[in-house]
Structure formats: structure tokens, C-alpha cells
T-cell receptor, first 110, second 110 residues
């Protein structure tokens, strides 16, 4: 079983819609959770991190964490074509090692 | 800007030759990491370092070695390159709120 699971997509949404990206993880001891965005041919860049159960909002992005269900999600409101990228979920077990999902490709159609 | 650079950016090498990739950081971070990224597998940890001369294996370390003789430099060596090591290699440093990645090295083994 992989440490972090994501649907590879592609997930297609129209411009202006809400995109919902999901991630599950296997280690119940995981402490912190991260979402990275990666444009084609570029390196991953951090969008958000979340440590506690519940929601965390930053502009158009909301991260949601449910530790009981071992589930993390990222919502992107008012999706724009520039949001089209691969989104990587990462989980940290507090030993300074991150485990990454294989990513979900998001396409936002104008 | 975490001041992390990778070299070379692109390299083509022949099967059986040794190859060294370099990661350089300017901000005295203790933890440094080497990942490879392949379609369908996401980012997989090769080796990491938690200080000068302190390194440990990741999940896909076979065929790779690392060295860290100075805080700022973390070297990844493919002892005898194989076609299965064709990949994009990312170096990362650990900051308080997640990883920051270098720009990546695209390695092709022919």
C-alpha cells in the first residue's frame, strides 16, 4: 500500500467552478500535510499546509483535513485556466521525511 | 527564495557511466533531500542528509550514493547509470513549513 494516494485524473472543470482535489494517507501518525502545485516541466511549489483537523483558507484555496478518516483535500474556488497543473499531496510523519502522492492533473477549461 | 540550485539542468549519458548531480544551497539548511520523479510514481525519496557527513537511504536508494562534505552541497552519484535511472531529479531543502525544491535535473541514460 502506498503511503499517500491520489486520483491521477485528469480532473476537468470549467472556468469559475470549484475544483476539489482529494488525498488519503496510510500512516495514522502523520503530523502535517501539504499541497504542492507543479506546472509541466517545472518544480513543485508549495500552496498550502495544514496541521489540525478542519479547514484552512488562503485566498481561493481551502485545505481540509480529517485525521480520523485519514483524508486531506484541496478546494480551489473560482478556478482559472492558470490553475491548470498537477497537484501533489504530501504528508510528513515528523521525522523530516515527506511522502508524496503521484499527483492529480487539473485542467481548467476557459 | 531558499537559494537552492541544481546542476546540470540537463544531461545525457551512456549506460554504465558514472554520473554526479549537484545540489547547492546558500541558507545553511540542515536537511537536504534527493527525489526522482517519474510518470505514475510521483516523487520518490532516494537519499537524504541531516547534516555534514550524515546521510540515510530513502525508498529507492539502490544504484545511488550521496555525499555531503559541506553544509551547502549535497551530491547524488549514479555509480553505473542504467536506463531505468532516466528520470527528473529534484533536490529539496526542509524549511519550517515544508520543502522547497530546486529546478530539477533531467537525466537521460541511453
Amino acid at each position: 500500500q502506498k503511503e499517500v494516494e491520489q486520483n491521477s485524473g485528469p480532473l476537468s472543470v470549467p472556468e469559475g467552478a470549484i475544483a476539489s482535489l482529494n488525498c488519503t494517507y496510510s500512516d495514522r501518525g502523520s503530523q502535517s500535510f501539504f499541497w504542492y502545485r507543479q506546472y509541466s516541466g517545472k518544480s513543485p511549489e508549495l500552496i498550502m499546509f495544514i496541521y489540525s483537523n478542519g479547514d484552512k483558507e488562503d485566498g481561493r484555496f481551502t485545505a481540509q483535513l480529517n485525521k480520523a478518516s485519514q483524508y486531506v483535500s484541496l478546494l480551489i474556488r473560482d478556478s482559472q485556466p492558470s490553475d491548470s497543473a498537477t497537484y501533489l499531496c504530501a504528508v510528513n510523519n515528523n521525522f523530516n521525511k515527506f511522502y508524496f502522492g503521484s499527483g492529480t492533473k487539473l485542467n481548467v477549461k476557459p | 527564495d531558499a537559494g537552492i540550485t541544481q546542476s546540470p539542468r540537463h544531461k545525457v549519458t551512456e549506460t554504465g557511466t558514472p554520473v554526479t548531480l549537484r545540489c547547492h544551497q546558500t541558507e545553511n539548511h540542515r536537511y537536504m533531500y534527493w527525489y526522482r520523479q517519474d510518470p505514475g510514481h510521483g516523487l520518490r525519496l532516494i537519499h537524504y542528509s541531516y547534516g555534514v557527513k550524515d546521510t540515510d537511504k530513502g525508498e529507492v536508494s539502490d544504484g545511488y550514493s550521496v555525499s555531503r562534505s559541506k553544509t551547502e552541497d549535497f551530491l547524488l552519484t549514479l555509480e553505473s547509470a542504467t536506463s531505468s535511472q532516466t528520470s527528473v531529479y529534484f533536490c529539496a531543502i526542509s524549511e519550517s513549513n515544508g520543502y522547497t525544491f530546486g529546478s530539477g535535473t533531467r537525466l537521460t541514460v541511453v
